[in-house]
Nanobody
């Protein structure tokens, strides 16, 4: 069973930065695409950024130019660098490791809280 563990969340002032990490157990990470999602109170979970197993990235319009997704396959770890944070970035952030080709898989972490407030 693969486990994903997020860390790096916390309270930060508007304009500040945080870096989230997602460590995967097992040996599947290098074969997985990875996504970071977030869910604010009363809202649906939304995709923030994703990175393919080959390193191709895409971002939600709301975070383009502020957030950077990356991965280090040698450490089974994915990252989300968040700069110029805004109060509307406040949410629980989840990492997701998935593969759509056979054999498929889809794993989620437990989430880490990010609060942007003065």
């Amino acid at each position: 069973q693969v486990q994903l563990v997020e860390s790096g969340g916390g309270l930060v002032q508007p304009g500040g930065s945080l870096r989230l990490s997602c460590v995967a157990s097992g040996s599947i990470f290098g074969f997985s695409a990875m996504g970071w999602y977030r869910q604010a109170p009363g809202k649906q979970r939304e995709l923030v950024a994703a990175i393919s197993s080959g390193g191709r990235t895409n971002y939600a319009d709301s975070v383009k130019g502020r957030f950077t997704i990356s991965r280090d396959n040698s450490k089974n770890t994915g990252y989300l660098q968040m700069n110029s944070l805004k109060p509307e970035d406040t949410a629980i952030y989840y990492c997701n490791a998935y593969k759509t080709t056979l054999p498929p898989w889809d794993y989620w972490g437990q989430g880490t809280q990010v609060t942007v407030s003065s």
